[in-house]
């Protein structure tokens, strides 16, 4: 008798849930929805100096409104509220450019992490790659992915290029003042040169790995960057990431391997993709 009494409880429990689930997930569904909508722009602008002023405006606004709303100050709510108006249009008219710039850049590379702007790019880094390996100019770039890195911006020089062979090759080039240090790409533009990568402490069986490549595999192990590394004294070039260092790769196997860690993530790569381990071209060194 107890333990029937205990079912029709929890039967009609549910039967309530269920029914006030019913009333709700329509209200539910469309917040799911805004929210959605607005991390994805949050998303692809969060970079850019109008986004960052249209925020901190509205995170004032919003708490000037909440303070003036609960004290009751009607007519100041409303002023709030016009100001909040006027401020979004201003916004809107003093930073027409960027946000033209900004509208172009997500129509061209949508909102999709692998897109057609990103392959662009990535065709473009081939080249810049094979050009830096043939002229044995030392580079090191951190392709930022899920992670920022923007603790590792403030120890370089900030920029907000649009990504270019010539501009990399111009950087990485032995007697400008930039080419020491790590570059850091991100969203297809060129954020910061001349970074100072954390160097990895850990044992690696060939002692000739230099200082670049130590800051490449720093770089990944404190983030879900891929780093790219040339060297300077033999025009090598490398692979890092999650920790590992693929060496000595050439044209074809790079392109194989950025593509690969680019559209189905690290972990994937290194279970489906990782390098021949009877290359002679290859190697992927680990602790």
């Keep these: 008798m107890c333990a029937l009494s205990i079912f029709h409880f929890f039967a009609d429990v549910l039967d309530k849930f269920w029914s006030l689930a ?3 997930w329509p209200d539910v569904a469309q917040v799911a929805f805004v929210v959605l909508a607005l991390w994805l722009v949050l998303r692809r602008f969060r970079y850019s100096a109008g ?3 249209l925020l901190s405006s509205m995170a004032i606004l919003i ?3 909440a303070i003036s709303s609960a004290l009751g100050l009607e007519i100041l709510q409303n002023v ?3 100001v909040g108006f006027f401020t979004l249009i201003i916004l809107i008219v003093v930073y027409q450019p960027e946000l033209r710039r900004s509208v172009s850049e997500a129509g061209n590379r949508g909102f999709l992490f692998f897109s057609e702007n990103r392959q662009e790019v990535l065709e473009q880094l081939e080249e810049t790659v094979r050009q830096l390996s043939a002229k044995r100019f030392g580079a090191l770039i951190a392709m930022e992915r ?4 923007d603790s590792h911006l403030e120890t370089g020089v900030l920029m907000d290029s649009r990504f270019s062979t010539e501009l990399l090759l111009t950087i990485f080039h032995p007697r400008t003042a930039l080419h020491d240090g790590g570059m850091i790409v991100r969203d297809s533009r060129i954020r910061g040169a001349a970074c100072v990568f954390p160097v990895s402490q850990k044992e690696l069986l060939d002692r000739s790995i230099g200082l670049r490549h130590r800051a490449g595999i720093g770089i990944t192990e404190e983030s879900d960057a891929i780093a790219i590394v040339v060297s300077e004294e033999t025009g090598s070039i490398s692979l890092c ?3 590992k260092l693929e060496r000595d790769l050439e044209m074809d196997e790079f392109h194989k391997r950025l593509v690969e860690l680019f559209k189905r993530g690290a972990d994937d790569a290194d279970e489906d993709g990782a390098p021949d381990s009877g290359s002679s071209t290859s190697r992927l060194i680990e602790s």
């Excluded at 899920?146 to 890195?149: A, E, R, Y």
């Design 63 to 65: 708490l000037a409104w």
């Design 51 to 53: 986004m960052r002023l």
């Design 146 to 149: 899920g992670i920022d890195l």
């Design 80 to 82: 709030i509220i016009a």
């Design 241 to 243: 990431h999650n920790g």
């Design 22 to 24: 019913g009333d709700i």
